[in-house]
Nanobody, 122 residues
Framework: QVQLVESGGGLVQAGGSLRLSCAAS????????MGWFRQGPGKERQFIAL????????VVADSVTGRFTVYRVNAKNTVYLQMDSLKPEDTALYYC???????????????WGQGTQVTVSS
């Protein structure tokens, strides 16, 4: 079993940056692909980024391409989401999740964190 804890959210002005962290427990972290999702008020959970077990393959949603970067440090059991050039529409609760597969679909993920709030002011 894997437990995930996100951190790094907060309030930032448009154009600013934040780095989200997702710390995982368990010795099997390096065997999971990790995803980042977000959910705004009244909206469905949206895929943001995906990284494979080694960090060698990533997928980033079109809406954040060129602004967000996902990477991981397996020695620290942590995956990161670097968010630059933030926009007010990026405001949401951000979640990390773990899957044994390779998917952008939330239902395919086995473990979820509790989320960290990101608010971007205009």
């Amino acid at each position: 079993q894997v437990q995930l804890v996100e951190s790094g959210g907060g309030l930032v002005q448009a154009g600013g940056s934040l780095r989200l962290s997702c710390a995982a427990s368990g010795r099997t972290f390096s065997t999971y692909s990790m995803g980042w999702f977000r959910q705004g008020p009244g909206k469905e959970r949206q895929f943001i980024a995906l990284i494979n077990w080694s960090g060698g393959s990533t997928v980033v949603a079109d809406s954040v391409t060129g602004r967000f970067t996902v990477y991981r440090v397996n020695a620290k059991n942590t995956v990161y989401l670097q968010m630059d050039s933030l926009k007010p529409e990026d405001t949401a609760l951000y979640y990390c999740a773990a899957t044994t597969g390779w998917s952008t679909v939330p239902a395919d993920y086995d473990y979820w964190g509790q989320g960290t709030q990101v608010t971007v002011s205009s």
